[in-house]
Protein backbone atom coordinates (compact mmCIF):
# COMPACT_ATOMS: atom_id res chain seq x y z
CA UNK A 1 0.00 0.00 0.00
CA UNK A 2 1.61 3.52 -1.03
CA UNK A 3 1.21 6.21 1.50
CA UNK A 4 -0.23 9.27 0.29
CA UNK A 5 0.80 12.48 1.32
CA UNK A 6 -0.57 14.70 3.53
CA UNK A 7 -2.28 18.04 2.66
CA UNK A 8 -0.67 20.89 4.26
CA UNK A 9 -4.48 22.26 5.80
CA UNK A 10 -4.85 25.43 5.96
CA UNK A 11 -5.39 27.11 9.94
CA UNK A 12 -9.04 27.47 10.28
CA UNK A 13 -10.04 30.83 10.28
CA UNK A 14 -6.92 32.39 8.17
CA UNK A 15 -9.45 33.30 5.31
CA UNK A 16 -11.66 35.24 6.79
CA UNK A 17 -8.87 36.55 9.26
CA UNK A 18 -7.34 37.65 6.28
CA UNK A 19 -10.37 39.03 4.63
CA UNK A 20 -10.65 41.63 7.86
CA UNK A 21 -7.23 42.57 7.77
CA UNK A 22 -7.58 43.43 4.39
CA UNK A 23 -10.87 45.95 4.45
CA UNK A 24 -9.17 47.81 7.91
CA UNK A 25 -5.79 47.61 6.76
CA UNK A 26 -6.91 50.99 4.27
CA UNK A 27 -9.80 51.41 6.33
CA UNK A 28 -8.74 51.88 9.91
CA UNK A 29 -5.18 50.96 10.44
CA UNK A 30 -3.32 53.05 7.77
CA UNK A 31 -4.84 56.04 8.47
CA UNK A 32 -4.06 55.95 11.95
CA UNK A 33 -0.79 54.89 11.39
CA UNK A 34 -0.50 57.78 8.80
CA UNK A 35 -0.77 59.95 11.74
CA UNK A 36 2.01 58.37 13.80
CA UNK A 37 4.57 58.30 10.34
CA UNK A 38 3.79 62.07 9.62
CA UNK A 39 4.25 62.65 13.22
CA UNK A 40 7.82 60.80 13.52
CA UNK A 41 9.05 62.67 10.43
CA UNK A 42 10.43 65.96 12.17
CA UNK A 43 11.66 63.45 14.94
CA UNK A 44 11.14 63.58 18.60
CA UNK A 45 12.39 67.77 18.81
CA UNK A 46 10.09 68.97 15.89
CA UNK A 47 7.37 66.64 17.96
CA UNK A 48 8.04 68.25 21.36
CA UNK A 49 8.16 71.38 19.43
CA UNK A 50 4.95 71.69 17.96
CA UNK A 51 3.69 70.96 21.18
CA UNK A 52 4.84 73.62 23.19
CA UNK A 53 3.32 75.97 21.47
CA UNK A 54 1.14 78.52 23.75
CA UNK A 55 -2.22 77.93 21.77
CA UNK A 56 -1.40 74.47 21.16
CA UNK A 57 -0.98 73.72 24.82
CA UNK A 58 -4.09 75.79 25.43
CA UNK A 59 -6.49 73.69 22.76
CA UNK A 60 -5.06 70.85 24.73
CA UNK A 61 -6.00 71.81 28.07
CA UNK A 62 -9.31 73.35 26.95
CA UNK A 63 -10.21 70.10 25.43
CA UNK A 64 -9.27 68.14 28.58
CA UNK A 65 -11.21 70.55 30.93
CA UNK A 66 -14.30 70.26 28.76
CA UNK A 67 -14.32 66.13 28.19
CA UNK A 68 -13.55 66.40 32.01
CA UNK A 69 -16.79 68.95 33.28
CA UNK A 70 -18.71 67.07 30.15
CA UNK A 71 -18.09 63.66 31.79
CA UNK A 72 -18.87 65.10 35.62
CA UNK A 73 -22.11 66.07 34.35
CA UNK A 74 -23.56 63.89 32.23
CA UNK A 75 -22.54 61.66 34.21
CA UNK A 76 -24.92 62.99 37.26
CA UNK A 77 -27.70 64.24 34.52
CA UNK A 78 -27.31 60.63 32.94
CA UNK A 79 -27.43 58.69 35.65
CA UNK A 80 -30.87 60.36 37.20
CA UNK A 81 -32.15 60.27 34.05
CA UNK A 82 -32.08 56.69 33.44
CA UNK A 83 -33.15 55.70 36.93
CA UNK A 84 -36.15 57.87 36.76
CA UNK A 85 -37.02 55.88 32.89
CA UNK A 86 -36.20 52.58 34.59
CA UNK A 87 -37.86 53.09 37.76
CA UNK A 88 -40.54 54.92 37.41
CA UNK A 89 -44.03 54.44 34.87
CA UNK A 90 -45.44 57.52 33.75
CA UNK A 91 -47.36 58.61 30.23
CA UNK A 92 -44.63 59.97 27.66
CA UNK A 93 -42.05 57.78 28.82
CA UNK A 94 -41.42 55.83 25.50
CA UNK A 95 -41.47 59.13 23.69
CA UNK A 96 -39.11 60.83 26.38
CA UNK A 97 -36.91 57.79 25.79
CA UNK A 98 -36.49 58.30 21.75
CA UNK A 99 -35.77 62.28 22.61
CA UNK A 100 -33.10 61.63 24.94
CA UNK A 101 -31.46 59.36 22.91
CA UNK A 102 -31.87 61.74 20.04
CA UNK A 103 -28.14 63.11 19.66
CA UNK A 104 -26.66 59.70 18.73
CA UNK A 105 -28.46 60.00 15.40
CA UNK A 106 -28.55 63.75 14.87
CA UNK A 107 -25.59 65.13 12.99
CA UNK A 108 -23.54 66.84 15.08
CA UNK A 109 -23.45 70.74 12.83
CA UNK A 110 -27.16 70.12 13.54
CA UNK A 111 -26.73 69.84 17.30
CA UNK A 112 -24.13 73.05 16.59
CA UNK A 113 -26.90 74.71 14.24
CA UNK A 114 -30.30 74.63 17.11
CA UNK A 115 -27.92 76.11 20.07
CA UNK A 116 -27.04 79.03 18.07
CA UNK A 117 -31.02 79.50 17.45
CA UNK A 118 -31.76 79.40 20.79
CA UNK A 119 -29.17 80.67 22.67
CA UNK A 120 -27.20 83.29 20.22
CA UNK A 121 -27.39 86.76 19.18
CA UNK A 122 -31.03 86.36 17.64
CA UNK A 123 -31.83 82.87 19.63
CA UNK A 124 -34.87 82.21 20.93
CA UNK A 125 -33.98 82.77 24.12
CA UNK A 126 -30.67 84.44 23.14
CA UNK A 127 -31.63 87.77 21.76
CA UNK A 128 -32.84 88.71 25.23
CA UNK A 129 -29.72 87.33 27.48
CA UNK A 130 -27.51 89.56 24.73
CA UNK A 131 -28.73 93.19 26.30
CA UNK A 132 -28.33 91.73 29.86
CA UNK A 133 -24.85 90.98 28.97
CA UNK A 134 -25.37 87.36 29.36
CA UNK A 135 -24.18 85.07 25.84
CA UNK A 136 -22.89 81.66 26.41
CA UNK A 137 -22.42 81.50 22.55
CA UNK A 138 -18.85 82.05 21.07
CA UNK A 139 -18.00 81.36 24.64
CA UNK A 140 -16.71 78.30 26.83
CA UNK A 141 -20.22 77.98 27.88
CA UNK A 142 -21.41 77.54 24.64
CA UNK A 143 -19.12 74.59 24.15
CA UNK A 144 -19.88 72.73 27.23
CA UNK A 145 -23.59 72.94 26.77
CA UNK A 146 -22.83 71.69 22.91
CA UNK A 147 -20.29 68.69 24.25
CA UNK A 148 -23.35 68.33 27.31
CA UNK A 149 -25.57 67.61 24.23
CA UNK A 150 -23.93 65.52 21.69
CA UNK A 151 -22.27 62.95 24.27
CA UNK A 152 -25.82 62.70 26.89
CA UNK A 153 -26.90 59.20 25.39
CA UNK A 154 -23.67 57.56 26.17
CA UNK A 155 -24.18 57.62 29.68
CA UNK A 156 -27.73 57.03 29.82
CA UNK A 157 -26.98 53.73 27.47
CA UNK A 158 -23.99 52.79 29.92
CA UNK A 159 -26.04 53.07 32.82
CA UNK A 160 -30.02 52.15 31.99
CA UNK A 161 -29.19 48.74 31.33
CA UNK A 162 -27.82 47.80 34.52
CA UNK A 163 -31.02 49.33 36.00
CA UNK A 164 -33.55 47.75 34.10
CA UNK A 165 -32.04 44.18 34.95
CA UNK A 166 -31.65 45.24 38.47
CA UNK A 167 -33.52 43.34 40.90
CA UNK A 168 -36.25 45.68 42.46
CA UNK A 169 -36.66 43.35 45.68
CA UNK A 170 -32.92 44.68 46.98
CA UNK A 171 -34.49 48.01 47.40
CA UNK A 172 -37.34 46.66 48.57
CA UNK A 173 -35.05 45.25 51.91
CA UNK A 174 -33.71 47.99 52.10
CA UNK A 175 -36.95 49.90 52.29
CA UNK A 176 -38.24 47.72 54.47
CA UNK A 177 -35.47 48.19 57.19
CA UNK A 178 -36.42 51.98 57.55
CA UNK A 179 -34.18 53.20 54.22
CA UNK A 180 -35.81 55.90 52.56
CA UNK A 181 -35.13 56.24 49.10
CA UNK A 182 -32.11 58.52 48.85
CA UNK A 183 -30.33 55.99 51.00
CA UNK A 184 -31.32 52.99 49.02
CA UNK A 185 -30.27 54.15 46.05
CA UNK A 186 -26.92 55.67 47.47
CA UNK A 187 -26.22 52.36 49.46
CA UNK A 188 -28.20 49.59 47.00
CA UNK A 189 -28.24 50.69 43.67
CA UNK A 190 -25.29 53.34 43.19
CA UNK A 191 -22.63 50.32 44.20
CA UNK A 192 -24.34 48.14 41.08
CA UNK A 193 -23.79 51.23 38.95
CA UNK A 194 -20.06 51.45 39.25
CA UNK A 195 -19.32 49.66 36.17
CA UNK A 196 -22.05 51.24 33.98
CA UNK A 197 -20.62 54.46 35.31
CA UNK A 198 -16.87 53.81 34.68
CA UNK A 199 -17.36 52.79 30.72
CA UNK A 200 -20.18 55.97 29.90
CA UNK A 201 -17.60 57.89 31.90
CA UNK A 202 -14.67 56.81 29.95
CA UNK A 203 -16.96 56.64 26.58
CA UNK A 204 -18.07 60.47 27.69
CA UNK A 205 -14.70 61.68 27.69
CA UNK A 206 -13.62 60.16 24.67
CA UNK A 207 -16.32 61.85 22.21
CA UNK A 208 -15.97 64.99 23.92
CA UNK A 209 -12.42 65.11 23.74
CA UNK A 210 -12.83 64.69 19.78
CA UNK A 211 -16.28 66.30 19.01
CA UNK A 212 -15.56 69.17 16.11
CA UNK A 213 -19.05 69.24 14.33
CA UNK A 214 -21.18 71.31 16.90
CA UNK A 215 -18.21 73.17 18.34
CA UNK A 216 -17.03 74.58 15.37
CA UNK A 217 -20.65 76.31 14.90
CA UNK A 218 -20.81 77.62 19.32
CA UNK A 219 -17.50 78.62 19.91
CA UNK A 220 -16.27 80.48 16.60
CA UNK A 221 -12.64 78.83 16.89
CA UNK A 222 -11.48 81.97 18.84
CA UNK A 223 -7.54 80.96 19.90
CA UNK A 224 -6.72 81.29 23.32
CA UNK A 225 -10.59 81.25 24.32
CA UNK A 226 -12.72 78.50 22.95
CA UNK A 227 -10.30 76.49 20.58
CA UNK A 228 -10.54 72.30 21.05
CA UNK A 229 -7.71 70.71 20.11
CA UNK A 230 -9.66 69.18 17.50
CA UNK A 231 -10.41 72.84 16.13
CA UNK A 232 -6.78 73.60 16.39
CA UNK A 233 -5.89 70.44 14.08
CA UNK A 234 -8.30 72.08 11.48
CA UNK A 235 -7.32 75.23 11.89
CA UNK A 236 -3.18 74.79 11.39
CA UNK A 237 -4.81 72.21 8.26
CA UNK A 238 -5.73 75.06 6.95
CA UNK A 239 -3.03 77.65 7.35
CA UNK A 240 -0.89 74.81 5.81
CA UNK A 241 1.00 74.39 9.06
CA UNK A 242 0.82 70.08 9.16
CA UNK A 243 3.75 69.53 11.82
CA UNK A 244 1.74 71.23 14.56
CA UNK A 245 -1.64 69.51 13.43
CA UNK A 246 -0.15 66.22 13.16
CA UNK A 247 1.35 66.26 16.47
CA UNK A 248 -1.75 67.44 18.88
CA UNK A 249 -3.52 64.45 16.54
CA UNK A 250 -0.94 62.08 17.28
CA UNK A 251 -1.25 63.20 21.16
CA UNK A 252 -5.40 63.12 20.28
CA UNK A 253 -4.73 59.41 18.85
CA UNK A 254 -3.02 58.26 21.78
CA UNK A 255 -5.47 59.28 24.62
CA UNK A 256 -8.34 57.66 22.75
CA UNK A 257 -6.60 54.22 22.42
CA UNK A 258 -5.68 54.64 25.93
CA UNK A 259 -9.03 55.14 26.96
CA UNK A 260 -10.66 52.71 25.35
CA UNK A 261 -7.50 50.12 26.24
CA UNK A 262 -9.00 51.17 29.75
CA UNK A 263 -12.34 50.35 29.18
CA UNK A 264 -11.78 47.29 27.37
CA UNK A 265 -9.29 45.65 29.83
CA UNK A 266 -12.20 46.87 32.36
CA UNK A 267 -15.05 45.01 30.92
CA UNK A 268 -12.88 41.62 30.54
CA UNK A 269 -12.52 41.86 34.67
CA UNK A 270 -15.89 42.48 35.36
CA UNK A 271 -17.06 39.16 32.75
CA UNK A 272 -14.62 37.35 34.83
CA UNK A 273 -16.06 38.53 38.19
Known amino acids: MIATPKR??????????????????????????????????????????????????????????????????????????????????????????????????????????????????????????????VSPMFMPAGVLLAHLFVTFPYMLGSVKPVLDELEVTYEEAAYTIGANQLQAFRFVVLPALRGGLFSGALLTFAHSLGEFGATVLVSGNLSFRTQTAPLYIFAQFEAGNIEAANAVAAVLAMLSFVLFFALMQFNKSSARA
Open 8 to 133: SRIPRGLFPVGILLAVMLPLLLMPLAAIFVFAARSGLPGFVAALSSPDAQFALRFSLLIAFLTAFINGILGTYTAYVLSKYRFPGRDALNVVVNLPVAIPTVVVGTSLLLLWGPIGILGQFLVPLG
